[in-house]
């Protein structure tokens, strides 16, 4: 019996300890993930480029535009996908800037926010989960 103990501990042990590799992996991936995103927004923006430049090169790299929100009935419908902090960002800076433009990349939505101009100055990126 004292055999057994010992066997269902170590498997025990040998399980929890593959679960936990599992789950670092995963939050390793995802924060590396969004990280690449948030450091390719960076740069975009302080290129400050315009609209139109910002549509098609995300267009020509695989990232179209999904969604042009226009006034505060669309914006708050935008932000109430991401419920809490993400959706309380894309709230904030809609309000700030007078264009909002939302484009499909990969795994992620990159919100853009541009402003009278069509200068981007701002981004909020979130997962398209």
């Known amino acids: 019996m004292r055999r057994f103990l010992v066997f269902a501990l170590a498997g025990l042990l040998t399980v929890a300890a593959f679960v936990l590799a599992l789950l670092l992996g995963a939050a390793y991936f995802d924060a590396r993930r969004y990280a690449a995103h948030q450091g390719r927004l960076q740069r975009l ?41 993400r959706g309380a960002e894309i709230l904030a800076k809609g309000r700030r800037w007078p264009v909002t433009r939302v484009f499909h990349a990969s795994d992620m939505m990159y919100v853009l926010f541009f402003d009278q101009a069509g200068v981007l100055r701002d981004f909020t990126c979130a997962d398209a989960r």
């Open 45 to 85: 923006v302080q290129q400050q480029p315009l609209l139109e430049q910002v549509v098609a090169g995300l267009r020509d790299d695989g990232s179209p535009l999904v969604q042009s929100p226009q006034g505060e009935a669309e914006l708050q419908a935008l932000a109430a996908r991401w419920p809490g902090p």
